[in-house]
């Protein structure tokens, strides 16, 4: 499940490719290197997009934003990857699946870091923020919590340091508020 050959050198360690698909949540983990290309997504992820690890190994996840023009998220996204001290960004972002459905995508990103400090991995959860509905997202942001909490020693198993905050997931009032509008925009028209 390591991805391409272009890829060999980020062998995931196999109690990272189990935890990430015994996770309840839509997980996938990229390279931090060059165009941040994907190496690992989960079952979860591909029921949300479509897309599967196949079709994704190698690529970018911009691939999800087709060509809406969703400039604050992506400065967002930007400036979380070109500043490697950034220990997470979450952002709602307007995605396509592979079928061309748009959905308003509630991204969590933080970093995986080997012991020494550099950044191995990059980790982002996925979740529908389209029409959730309260209870819905509530479950999420439990299970993602749930699922940061669990991959920490699990990632530490193979020298891996999981960083990034809880507290980022816990306020996210304001950033459900901006995914409504971002939802409203794509309902009117506005963002496509």
Not at 36 to 44: A, D, K, Q, S
Not at 104 to 130: C, H, K, P
């Amino acid at each position: 499940m390591a991805g391409s050959n272009d890829l060999s050198d980020l062998t995931i360690p196999d109690e990272l490719c189990t935890f990430f698909e015994n996770s309840p949540v839509a997980l996938a983990l990229g390279s931090p290197d060059a165009d941040n290309p994907l190496i690992l997504v989960n079952g979860r992820f591909a029921d949300l997009t479509g897309y599967s690890q196949k079709d994704l190994a190698g690529r970018n996840c911009r691939i999800l934003q087709g060509a809406a023009e969703d400039h604050e998220a992506r400065a967002r996204l930007r400036a979380f990857l070109g500043d490697d001290a950034a220990a997470n960004v979450r952002t709602p972002i307007l995605n396509f699946r592979k079928d061309g459905t748009p959905f308003v995508n509630l991204l969590y990103m933080s970093r995986l870091r080997t012991l020494s400090g550099r950044t191995r991995y990059i980790f982002a959860s996925q979740f529908d923020v389209s029409r959730a509905q309260p209870d819905r997202l509530r479950a999420y942001d439990s299970d993602l919590g749930l699922t940061l909490t669990r991959l920490s020693p699990v990632a530490a198993e193979s020298g891996i340091i999981v960083e990034g905050t809880l507290t980022t997931i816990a306020n996210s009032a304001a950033t459900i508020a901006q995914a409504r509008l971002t939802l409203a925009d794509l309902d009117d028209g506005a963002i496509l």
